[in-house]
Structure formats: C-alpha cells, structure tokens
C-alpha cells in the first residue's frame, strides 16, 4: 500500500500533497487506522519528507534534481546534447565516417529491405543511436551498425556476401576489429546462446537477489575485504554457465566451434537489449503467442498475425530487462575476477579482455527487472489511456496512467501523456517534472517504447511539452495545438 501511494505522489510537488491526500482519504483512513495513525499525522509526515518515487532509471523524486553519484550520466542536458546530432541529422558531429558508411549501407540495398516496423537501414541506424548514446566502445557501435550485414541467426539479411572478399569489403570500412565483432555477431547461434544458455538458466527472483549479492561482492572487493560464503553463490552459478574461459558454440552454417569470450558475450547481449528496444511491437507478440509477457519465442500464429497489426507496445520489457541483469552480473564477475587475477605472477590476459563494457542507463542502470505481469498491466492501462481518453475521461486516463507508471517506471510515453493532461488542466508544475521524467527516459533508450511514432517525434513532442509547461501555457483550440512544434 505504501509503494502504491508513495508513486502516485512521486509525480506531484509538495505544494499539492494537501489536496490529494484529501482526495486519498477514502484510501489512506482504513490503512491509517489500522497504524494508530491519523490521515493529519499522515499529511505533516509527507511535508517534511522527500517523496520517492519507485526504482526506476530516475529513482530521485521529481521534485528533485538531484541524481545518485553513479548516475551522473542521467541528468537532462548531457543526454540532450549527446542526441542533438542525432535529432539534427548531423551524424558528422557524432563520426566523421558516419554519413560514408550509411551510404555505404544504403549502396548495398539495407535502406530497400523489409524489418519489422520499417526498413533495415532504419533499424541499423537506430540500434547504432543506441549504442552510441549508452557510449559503448567504438567497435561495438560499428558492429550495430552492420549488425546483420551477412545475414544471422534470426534474419536473411546479407547485403554483403560472408565470403573472404566481403569481409575484405567490409572490414575497409569499419576497421578489423568491429569486422570481427560483426562477424561473430552472424555466425554464432543467437537465440539459444542469449536465451537456451543464459536467460532461461535463471528465475526472475533469482536474478532480483544475484544482483543484491553481486553488489555487495563488488563493495567488498573495492574495499579490501574478503567475502562472505553467502556472497559467493551468485559467483558460482555465472562461473557454471559462463566461465572466465568463455564458451563455445557452433557456427550457424558450419558447425564449427566458435569460442565466444566472456566480455565478448556480454557485448552481444548488450547488443541485444538494444537490437530488441528498437525492433519489438505488438506484431512480433501476436506472431509468437507472446501473451503471458516472457517472449520464449513458443507460439505459431503466422496466418492470423498481420503486418503491423494495431501497433501497440510489445512485451519485451521483462525479457530485456532479465537479459540487462545477466549483463549487469557478467560485467561485475569481470570486474572481480580481473582485480584478482591481475595481481597472479603468471596471470595472462583473456581474449578480449581490453574491451569495454559499459553499463546503459535503462532499468535503473541495468539493476531492476520488470515482472511480466506488471509489464502486461502497464501496457494495457496506458493503451486504454491513450487511445480511449475521449471516453473515459481525464481523470479516469490519468489515473490509468499513474497505475501504468507505477508498474513500469522504465519507459517514458505514459509520463509524456500525463504531461499532456497536466498542461490541458493548467497543472503546470505537475506537467513540467512528468515532461522532464518522461523526456529522460525516452533519451535513456534511443528507442521509443510505443512504435506508433519514431523516437525523434517523441523526443520533440516531450520537450515541447516540457517547453509549454515552463511558460505555464497551453492552447485551447485546435488550430493551437497543430501550431505547436518549434522547440527552443
């Protein structure tokens, strides 16, 4: 009871708290009582406290602009000024290279082929903006940006032939070592490496505690201090599934063996969270039966499933999320076993060991995972919200709405359209911290959540939200609202 008020007030100002206790009191009394505690009590207590939001990617209060120490990479401007060239078209300001190897990939046909909601070309350049605004290693970007240019598990996409000549051609201009991170990235086995061997290893509630104990493990190494048995057991189970060594899998057309390295696995599940972010839409849960939110890829609904069907969010926010902890716990066995082994007289380093591995900003920094249920309640709250609003009224919408964020703090639409309520009601400071947290968290992905719109219109419409709610006006009339756009 306590989570669900206090992230229902997260989005309001202490200026408010009077008022929407009053409209609580239904709720609170009986809860109160039950504590011996007076709704008066109650209300001095939230005026004297900061309101804190559920974990989220931006656990501080909206009230607040402050960030944890570690975050510092969440505040607003940086984020902005990191998607400007994006947003702008400069794409010279983020690589000199970039606007050559685009036409490079749209001289090889990518920006003619179909890919789930657009075309490959879109797609390349969408999962590169992501890995791009996360900072990950230059290589590892390149990679995304030719992500599937022999073709892969998952996609017969091969705009440039596997061969030794192609890889020549391609290698000219990404360099070798992004050349060899692509293709890896085709040859080995995907789907079962990243789900069979890793995802499906591990319960939800299992990866909740192994990243609790896996930060502890970490302070403790940082601080000098040996750990405790207890600690070690999250250790044990990543050594058993994935090994200082790496693991080996087989080559997708020629059984081979191919050994991926650790870090090397963690790149392609990086890869992943954001190859998924980009791509995934209602279309692909109608197509896999996706309809208890795991996406285990089961179902077989290739008849009924048509393109692109109603558009609505997909499922997927569970399984990346999951895939995100997996990330989270290899980069921090890294860390400890590199600390380690380094101090060994003999110790040599591991293949791949020079490559960087970052940590994204979704998902409270890759820390939480988003239970499926909760995800499917998010969804469909903020589907009857946004799409059935002239039905149901505002009031019934924003409080879907907060339901809907409260479930799934991690993507930012559902703030972006209660900053739209607030601004058509005049509530303009309510508007403003649901603009800017909305905004964030859109900025954080790269990607939209809801697909309906690109994430450049997203991105505009929220910070010409953001821009309205400052100057505390909004139009009345049609013909104002269709005059909005210019953002300063």
Avoid at 26 to 51: D, M
Avoid at 108 to 131: P, T
Avoid at 310 to 336: C, D, F, H, Q
Wanted: aromatic share 10%.
């Amino acid at each position: 009871m306590i989570f669900s008020i206090a992230s229902y007030l997260s989005i309001y100002t202490h200026s408010n708290l009077h008022s929407i206790l009053k409209s609580l009191s239904p709720f609170l009394s009986p809860f109160l009582s039950h504590l011996s505690l007076s709704p008066n009590l109650f209300s001095r207590f939230f005026t004297t406290v900061n309101i804190m939001a559920p974990p989220s990617s931006d656990s501080s209060p909206l009230s607040q602009n402050h960030t944890n120490d570690s975050d510092h990479h969440l505040h607003l401007q940086p984020l902005l000024e990191s998607a400007r060239p994006f947003l702008r078209g400069e794409l010279q300001d983020v690589d000199p290279n970039l606007p050559r190897l685009i036409s490079v990939l749209q001289a090889a046909g990518a920006g003619e082929c179909w890919h789930k909601h657009g075309s490959f070309l879109d797609h390349l350049i969408g999962v590169y903006r992501i890995l791009k605004m996360w900072k990950a290693p230059d290589e590892v970007c390149l990679c995304g940006l030719f992500h599937s240019a022999y073709s892969n598990s998952y996609v017969n996409l091969a705009i440039f032939p596997p061969s030794s000549a192609g890889r020549q051609t391609v290698r000219s201009h990404v360099g070798p070592a992004a050349e060899r991170l692509i293709h890896l990235f085709c040859v080995v086995p995907r789907q079962p490496l990243i789900h069979d061997f890793l995802l499906f290893q591990y319960t939800d509630q299992e990866l909740v505690d192994h990243l609790r104990s896996s930060e502890i493990s970490l302070r403790k190494i940082i601080d000098g201090e040996i750990e405790e048995k207890e600690a070690e057991i999250w250790r044990a189970k990543l050594q058993s599934i994935c090994p200082a060594e790496g693991i080996k899998v087989k080559h997708i057309k020629t059984g081979e063996d191919v050994l991926v390295s650790r870090r090397l696995l963690a790149v392609f599940i990086l890869m992943t969270v954001a190859d998924f972010s980009d791509q995934l839409f209602g279309f692909q849960d109608a197509l896999f039966g996706n309809s208890d939110g795991r996406l285990e890829f089961s179902g077989n609904n290739t008849v009924t499933s048509l393109w692109p069907g109603n558009g609505k969010p997909g499922l997927w926010m569970n399984s990346v999320s999951r895939m995100a902890a997996i990330y989270t716990l290899i980069v921090r066995e890294e860390k400890i076993y590199t600390s380690t082994a380094s101090k060994l007289k003999d110790y040599n380093k591991r293949e791949d060991e020079e490559l960087e591995l970052v940590i994204p900003p979704v998902f409270h920094g890759c820390t939480r995972v988003v239970d499926s249920e909760d995800q499917i309640a998010a969804r469909d709250m903020y589907w009857e919200a946004v799409c059935n609003a002239a039905e149901i009224g505002l009031e019934k919408a924003e409080e879907l709405l907060l339901r809907s964020v409260e479930k799934n703090p991690f993507v930012g639409e559902g703030y972006v359209v209660l900053g739209q309520i607030y601004l058509g009601e005049g509530r303009f400071e309510e508007a403003e911290m649901a603009a800017e947290r909305g905004l964030r968290l859109m900025l954080q992905w790269g990607s939209p959540w809801d697909k309906r719109m690109t994430w450049q219109g997203w991105v505009a419409w929220a910070r010409v939200l953001l821009m309205k709610s400052k100057d505390k006006s909004w139009p009345h009339n049609p013909w104002g609202i269709l005059n909005l756009g210019l953002v300063t």
